[in-house]
C-alpha cells in the first residue's frame, strides 16, 4: 500500500490526526490532505516542555465537545443577528 493510499483511508476512517514535526519536513513533500492541519513542533529550535503540553492538551481535547460547542456559538450568533432587525 502506497503513503497516498494510506492517507487516503487515515480520511475515510475519519482518524484524528495530531501531525508533530520533528526535525522538520520540507513542505513540498508534505501531503496535500495534511497541509491544513495545525502542526505541533518539537523540532530542535523548539522549547521541549512546552511543546509536550500542547501535546497532552490536544490529546486532551473532546473533539466532539468542541464542534457541539462552536456549532451552537454558530447558531446562536444567527439567532442573535435575525432577532436584532
Known amino acids: 500500500m502506497s503513503s497516498t493510499d494510506?492517507?487516503?483511508w487515515l480520511f475515510v476512517l475519519a482518524v484524528r490526526l495530531v501531525p508533530i514535526l520533528y526535525p522538520g519536513v520540507p513542505t513540498d513533500q508534505v501531503p496535500e490532505k495534511l497541509k491544513y492541519l495545525n502542526w505541533l513542533f518539537f523540532r530542535q529550535s523548539d522549547a521541549f516542555?512546552?511543546?509536550?503540553k500542547d501535546l497532552i492538551r490536544v490529546m486532551d481535547t473532546d473533539l466532539e465537545w468542541v464542534k457541539a460547542h462552536t456549532r451552537l456559538t454558530v447558531r446562536a450568533v444567527e439567532w442573535e443577528s435575525h432577532s436584532v432587525g
Not at 516542555?49 to 509536550?52: D, F, M, S
Request: glycine share 0%; proline share 14%.
Open 6 to 8: 494510506q492517507d487516503d
Open 49 to 52: 516542555e512546552p511543546a509536550c
